[in-house]
């Protein structure tokens, strides 16, 4: 089994692989991604490399081999199970389960996250909608969604994912009511200030910063 430290840099070179649309991952970027030195990240993409997992290009940076991209996959199946059931089974804030779902995820077997899996009914999203990996390794399809910093005046949205999971900024939405499933509005929009102003279903206008809103993915319900 590999070990919980190999498993945070596949899952992190993933993820900043998704964040950036590219294969190739700079190594400063997974350092500071896992808070970690440089030296330090430079040194364990030389030794997934050895394993087999990852290709590193000298000042250029890594990518997943399919192995890597196997296990990877598989980690963050796990992590994005464990969130879901700790907000749905245990009752969690979805503010809060992802320090404990970082633990945990090394922890539990296959067989208890099949066994997660199926009591959640199979979901294809966590908490913060963010797609949840098969046991096949298949994520399931991300339709091209806008952000809410891109939604029309007066046009209604529903919150499918949001990717800022700070708890703070977390703790923030849930008090708006701006989860995913939920309705909201966007009523005005300041682009000097870069601030928009939210009506949200269940809970008071928000207001939000354009590049905090550009993280937050809608689906438009209203035509044009």
């Known amino acids: 089994m590999p070990s919980s430290t190999v498993e945070d840099y596949l899952k992190c070179i993933l993820l900043e692989q998704e964040r950036l ?7 400063g970027q997974v350092a500071t991604a896992l808070n970690v030195r440089p030296a330090t990240a430079t040194a364990m993409m030389k030794a997934l490399a050895d394993a087999g997992l ?10 997943l081999t399919g192995a890597g991209q196997r296990l990877a996959k598989r980690v963050l199946r796990r992590h994005r199970l464990l969130e879901l059931f700790l907000v749905r089974v245990m009752g969690m804030s ?8 970082e633990v945990l995820e090394h922890a539990v077997s296959e067989t208890l996250i099949e066994r ?18 098969t046991a096949g390794g298949e994520v399931p399809g991300e339709a091209a969604l806008p952000s809410l910093r891109d939604c029309p005046l007066q046009a209604r949205a529903r ?10 900024f977390l703790q923030l939405l849930e008090t708006h009511g701006v989860m995913p499933g939920r309705i909201v509005r966007v009523r005005r929009r300041d682009e ?6 939210l009506e949200t279903e269940g809970g008071p206008s928000l207001k939000l910063g354009l590049h905090a ?8 319900l209203d035509p044009g």
């Open 21 to 27: 649309g590219e294969d190739l991952v700079p190594t």
């Open 54 to 63: 990852v290709h590193y290009e000298p000042y250029a940076g890594v990518r």
């Open 94 to 101: 979805w503010s809060e389960v992802h320090r404990e779902a």
């Open 116 to 133: 997660m899996d199926a009591m959640l009914g199979h979901p294809s999203a966590d908490p913060h909608g963010d797609p949840i990996p």
């Open 159 to 168: 919150v499918v994912r949001v990717k800022d999971q700070r708890s703070e």
């Open 192 to 197: 000097v200030a870069e601030t928009m102003e």
């Open 213 to 220: 809103a550009a993280r937050i993915q809608v689906e438009p």
